[in-house]
């Protein structure tokens, strides 16, 4: 089992889903990817984060993500479990569930900690872009359940720094000023970011988000 880190090329699996055998690659194509585990089926945590991510469907399609979950439990039992999710959320799961019984993409992900849980994924959360590298790795205790207004809010982040010199600042929402990236010298930014460029201090510039 490999630590996975940021920058990583994203380990490519083929696997027995809720929706039949999906490689990974494949599904996610050319745009982005969510990869997120779970602890177990029928479990109250799993059960709103699961129901909650399919409200948000729409949202994730708008930025060309798609969204695959894991648990280590089997395919029957996810697809009794999503008739739960739909009935008690009031949504429909609209995305696949990785039936990962023998831990292989568990493990390939590191998604298994023996000191929380030997048998059990934590709650993990990777974002995959089209460069097929890892963005972003989020480790969540099987207690909090995931907030994902916060999973949207970094896409948004990572899609808007993937195309302009810029950073977002705390608590950034899209749309919102950005930070010109530390690697531009204000003068030459003033030159890029014709919204106009605001200079806190040397190393704290801030300009109207450049995408709209
Ligand atoms: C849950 O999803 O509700 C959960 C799963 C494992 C441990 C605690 C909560």
Known sequence: ?????????APDFTAETSQGTLNFYDYIGDGWGILFSHP?????????????????????????????????DGAAS???????INETQNTVVNFPIIADEDRKVSDLYDMIHPNA????????????????????????PASTGRNFYELLRVIDSLQL?????????????????VVVSPSIPTNEAKKIFTKGVEEIKPYLRMTP????
């Open 1 to 9: 089992m490999a630590t996975i880190r940021l920058g990583d090329t």
């Open 40 to 72: 177990a089926d029928f479990t109250p945590v799993c059960t709103t984060e699961l129901g909650t991510a399919a409200k948000f469907k729409d949202e994730f399609d708008k930025r060309n993500v798609k969204m695959m979950a894991l648990s280590v």
């Open 78 to 84: 996810h697809n009794e479990w999503i008739k739960d």
């Open 117 to 140: 849980d030997d048998t059990l994924t934590v709650r993990s959360v990777f974002i995959i872009g089209p460069d097929k590298k890892v963005k972003l790795i989020l480790t969540y």
């Open 161 to 177: 720094t993937a195309h302009h010199k810029v950073a977002t600042p705390a608590n950034w929402k899209n749309g919102e000023k």
């Open 209 to 212: 988000d450049p995408s709209t």
